[in-house]
């Protein structure tokens, strides 16, 4: 499976992401880095439900995340496109980050941090992270990171 089918993927500013000034609304910028993370793991062949808390279920294990951060570069307009490169690294067993690095038509934009934390929800401990989220760990170092269109 290549690598930049699901670490790189592309998105279409709407007006609906974008301020009063017309401009790519600041906390959009992490939506789509949490909607880019879900999406990479979907194309990657883990189903959100391994992952993710469904309706009814008690998951064992939780992915909060514990850090973010963001950094704009340049302004995003309605109907620019944009490029998302994911760059996820293992921490330690239980925790991970991924950097994403956001291009429009070649030019870097913006980038943005999470960090997650593996833990039992129902202890709320540390624990090691589930297998899935391994296995894409490990395929994404063997790539070493994608480049944005």
Known sequence: MNPDSWLLLCRTVR????????????????????????????????????????????????????????????????????????????????SFEIHYRFSSNGTAVAQGLTRHLAISTGQRERRELPAAINRWLEASALKGGVQPL
């Open 15 to 94: 007006f609906g992401d974008t301020d009063a000034a017309g401009v790519m609304h600041f906390p959009q910028l992490l939506h789509w880095c949490h909607e880019a993370y879900e999406e990479s793991l979907e194309r990657f062949g883990i189903a959100a439900a391994e992952v993710f808390p469904q309706p009814g279920s008690c998951p064992e294990i939780a992915l909060p995340i514990v850090h973010c951060s963001a950094d704009f570069f340049k302004p995003l307009v309605c109907g620019a496109p944009l490029a998302i490169a994911l760059e996820p690294r293992r921490l330690d067993p239980g």
